[in-house]
């Protein structure tokens, strides 16, 4: 193709060189806007946003349906990764457009956080910081933390056995843990117990991991019933999204010892984490990098490729969303 019959590509967010030179050597590529992309929009050249064909966003910063109506061209948009929570997909439908996402291509690196939390949340690894910080701990004089429990033989739930959470089941199952699951359906190709409601499988944990994909039906999920039912000596993983808990609930639950501990690798108003949560000792947290390894990257961007090529080619999407990828959870 010439640069004039190149595609148009927008990018919604900053990406990586790799894949930003991987986009210029096949499209057009506008963009990624000076500020936020919703608010930023608008400012785009009505010429330039008229060529746009393709839009390459992600699951949290998504395209509404005023930003679709802003690009008469569109044809697709292509999310850089598993989630699609703030893409209109209602609007998309209606407009003809096509959705993408790359569904599991960071799983394993997601679950591999996912059981790092469990493991430093479960057996105290906050709390031993904070001992040794304040320099109580000194040798066998010191003053000890209470036992706490190992992964063996502990419950483990995982509230969405899709991609994500069936990698976190093999990681806590080959620790010895006793694992159940509860999501929109009960999955016939697995052994681990079903429980057909979030607060059961609460009772039952003594650790409930989140892996389920956001979406508004599942925002505050995790409130404060689900966290009084995991009860003083539970647990809770969060490497979803931070909107499936009520962070207000959570703060309260962990700070008046209604809940045992936290592990957190995303928040409800991220970047922006609560003071009063990062006060907490019994709080563990990581900055959203579940899926930031090389290895997860370079498949969520091949797999980026791969769908805007089919696309442009007149083919079937290879992981459209509401394709069987999708649906598992």
């Known amino acids: 193709m010439t640069p004039d019959t190149q595609p148009a590509v927008l990018l919604a967010m900053k990406v990586s060189e790799a894949l ?24 785009l050249d009505a010429q330039v946003a008229g060529r746009v064909r393709a839009l390459v966003t992600m699951g949290t910063v998504g395209a509404s ?31 003809g457009i096509a959705v993408a996402h790359a569904p599991g291509a960071n799983a394993e690196s997601v679950a591999d956080v996912a059981l790092g939390l469990l493991i430093a949340s479960v057996r105290q690894f906050g709390p031993g910081r904070v001992l040794i910080d304040s320099g109580a701990w000194r040798g066998n004089a ?59 499988l609460a009772e039952w944990s003594d650790a409930l991991v989140i892996s389920v994909r956001a979406n508004a039906a599942n925002r505050h999920a995790v409130d404060a019933g689900v966290l009084r039912a995991l009860g003083a000596q539970g647990h809770v993983v969060n490497v979803a999204r931070g909107s499936v808990i009520d962070e207000a609930a959570l703060i309260t639950a962990l700070t008046e010892g209604t809940l045992g501990g936290a592990g957190l690798d995303v928040f409800e ?61």
Do not use: K
């Open 142 to 200: 010191g003053r000890a933390l209470p036992l706490a429990r190992g992964l063996m033989d502990l419950h483990v739930g995982i509230y969405g056995l899709g991609a994500i959470g069936s990698c976190v089941a093999r990681r806590v199952a080959a620790c010895g843990s006793i694992v159940a699951y509860h999501g929109r359906r009960r999955h016939d190709d697995v052994d681990h117990r079903w429980f057909d409601s979030l607060r059961a």
């Open 65 to 95: 349906a005023a930003a679709m109506d802003r690009l008469p061209q569109l044809g697709v948009v292509a999310c850089l990764g598993s989630g699609y929570e703030n893409v209109d997909l209602a609007a998309a439908r209606a407009r």
């Open 269 to 329: 108003h991220e970047p922006d984490v609560p003071a009063r949560l990062l006060a907490l000792p019994n709080v563990v947290v990581t900055p959203h990098l579940g899926g930031a390894t090389r290895d997860a990257r370079a498949a969520m961007q091949a797999l980026l490729l791969r769908n805007l090529a089919a696309h442009f080619a007149g083919e079937p999407l290879v992981t459209p969303v509401g394709g069987a990828a999708s649906e598992r959870s």
């Open 20 to 43: 930003a030179h991987a986009l210029a050597e096949r499209y057009e590529v506008v963009g990624p806007l000076p500020g936020a992309f919703e608010a930023t929009l608008p400012d």
